[in-house]
């Protein structure tokens, strides 16, 4: 099984801020990997896939960068709705997730 | 635009299989995707159970392979989840999803696009 580490648990951070969150593989897993966005009582969101790809509707706010172990998701500037859990998952041997990154108002 | 709607008991007793359905609208499951499960436990993280396609080919997490069972019904456009023998750790919001990766003209189930809102299942006696 691959497990995926994400770091650091909690960001604290203010509104107009960039984020900087981190995913590490257990093993290479090449490109593939998502991030998903989480908000209080509310499903996951998918907003990049295969580590770098947005997906529809997502803002250009969100990017994602990294290849074989360590990735990275970056809010270049944090919204007030930006402000929840995130979650990287890998799709290289079955489908695993992180135990996601809370980015909580400073 | 597609939606999905979890239903199924709330609370199922210790031993006993866990049964619930995903009704999908805006999107026939013929047409295509994949359509899967992922839970959730309180206050903790994701886990993918497992995957169908409208065809029947399904994915199952290893972990869960020997208790889960998910199934696809076209005519009713709805798919289910079926998980046995289940404890107190099958504790967990469940979420029923699709995955809309389309690369060399075949689906993949690769990542959940669209959600459904999640119901809670209690397993407790």
């Known amino acids: 099984e691959i497990v995926l580490t994400q770091s650091p648990a909690t960001l604290s951070l203010s509104p107009g801020e960039r984020a900087t969150l981190s995913c590490r593989a257990s093993?290479?897993?090449?490109?593939?990997l998502g991030w998903y966005q989480q908000k209080p009582g509310q499903a996951p969101r998918l907003l990049i896939y295969?580590?770098?790809n947005r997906a529809t509707g997502i803002p250009a706010r969100f990017s994602g960068s990294g290849s074989g172990t360590d990735f990275t998701l970056t809010i270049s500037t944090l919204e007030p709705e930006d402000f929840a859990v995130y979650y990287c998952q890998q799709r290289s041997n079955w489908l695993t997730f992180g135990g996601g990154t809370r980015v909580e108002i400073k | 635009q597609v939606q999905l709607q979890e239903s199924g008991p709330g609370l199922v007793k210790p031993s006993e299989t866990l049964s619930l359905t995903c009704a999908v609208s805006?999107?026939?499951?013929?047409?295509?995707?994949?359509w899967g499960w992922i839970r959730q436990p309180p206050g903790k993280g994701l886990e993918w159970i497992g995957s169908i396609y409208h065809s029947g080919s399904t994915y199952y997490n290893p972990s869960l392979k020997s208790r889960v069972t998910i199934s696809v019904d076209t005519s009713k456009n709805q798919f289910s989840l079926k998980v046995s023998s289940v404890t107190a750790a099958d504790t967990a919001v469940y979420y029923c999803a699709n995955s809309r990766f389309y690369w060399n003209e075949v689906y993949y189930h690769y990542y959940m696009d669209d959600w459904g809102k999640g119901t809670t299942v209690t397993v407790s006696s």
């Open positions: 295969d580590a770098s």
């Open positions: 093993q290479s897993i090449s490109t593939y």
């Open positions: 805006g999107y026939s499951i013929s047409s295509g995707c994949y």
